[in-house]
């Protein structure tokens, strides 16, 4: 991607995240309520519900913070702290820390990672002492996502990838190796089991980048990595965020020059992919954010002003546009509820929410609309 063509997805991008914080003394998590030794705590009890939270990050300079009222699904006002401008990227680590990419100024410059401690209960950011940190030159960072087994935070940075360590105070620092070549122009993800790391690259003619995750967080390109999303394709597809299915087992991300879904599957061994057969999907145009949900995929396409739902095979990957399909939703970036029943938006009419119809896909909006800025781009971490 050309320095120029960077420049203008930078200065119009909001992140979204969604971060489930579990209430103290619980084990484990039953929808929305938190489940002890004892047993799940009742329907109605305000105590029970899993404090949730929504961060978003627009061109104001703020990260604002959205209370999810209740275990509804319904964000609630917002409050707000100060980060970076226009963030490419934005990701939670174990619930104790966020982070967000704040790219360089002019391009080719020093960029930086900012980060917080999230508090439990509240969802409040406190700057990490040392924040920010520094990328050093040269460097322009984009899309973030996390290893919580190996505690790095990875780092898309126009081809590359930058891996940093994050010590009982989520202070960062590079790993030994960093940063790793190979991919990472804009977006990337990390499968459900930290086994692996997948970027997207519109190197001609479209490619996705594959990585082995090692005990330290280094990365290993995989067998045949990078690949194509549509071989043989004369320019690039301009692929866009890439995401994995609910068990790692797939991968997929938006065609942005064809209006279409590349799906591939994952090699459990050695992280290789494989096209999915009958891709790349039908999509809308210029779908730039995706999002998985159980067995579900939703891409908006932006320019169309809707959002494409489709029904992922569980063995084989492929894509089938659900019912209704695309959905008449002006959506930019989503992001899906780590629980699996909601799914967030931001349009004209401001952030929006919908439940998912677990059997059907479907959406429906629940709240009402909350003034926010709208987004083109959206890196999130469930």
Known sequence: MSTAAIRSLAV??????????????????????????SG????????????????????????????????????????????PANSLGMAALNNQFLYASNPASPVGGTSSID??????????LTPLP?????????????????NSTAQVLYVADAGK??????????????????????????????DPLNRFVFASDDAPPGNIAAFTIGSTGALTAAPGSPFATIPGYVGTTRPSQVVTDATGSFV?????????????????????LTLVPGSP???GNNPLSLAT????????NFTDGTISGYSINPTKGALTALAGSPFAIHGGPLVASPFGGFLYTTGPGGLLAFSINPQTGALTQVGSAIPYAGATVLTFVL
């Not at 940093?164 to 030994?176: F, K, N, Q, V, Y």
Request: aromatic share 8%.
């Open 115 to 124: 980060a917080w401690a999230i508090s439990p209960g509240t969802g409040t």
């Open 12 to 37: 119009s991008l909001i992140v979204i995240s969604l971060v489930g914080l579990l209430a103290l003394g619980g084990c484990g998590t039953n929808g929305t309520r938190v489940c002890t030794l």
């Open 252 to 272: 997929y991300t938006g065609l942005m020059a064809t209006g279409q879904v590349a799906a591939f599957s994952v090699d459990a061994s050695s992280g290789a």
């Open 161 to 190: 990838i930058d891996a940093l360590h994050a010590d009982a105070t989520g202070a960062l620092t590079p790993i030994l190796g960093s940063p790793f070549l190979g991919g990472g122009t804009l977006y990337l993800t990390v």
């Open 293 to 300: 949900v159980n067995n579900f995929l939703y891409v908006s």
């Open 40 to 83: 799940c705590c009742g329907p109605t009890s305000d105590a029970c519900v899993v404090p949730q939270f929504l961060y978003g990050n627009g061109l104001n300079g703020q990260i604002s913070i959205f209370p999810i009222v209740n275990g509804t699904g319904i964000p609630g006002t917002p409050t707000s702290v100060s980060g």
């Open 130 to 146: 040392g924040s920010p940190f520094s990328l050093g030159p040269l460097s322009f960072a984009a899309g973030l996502a996390v």
């Open 281 to 283: 999907f039908p999509a």
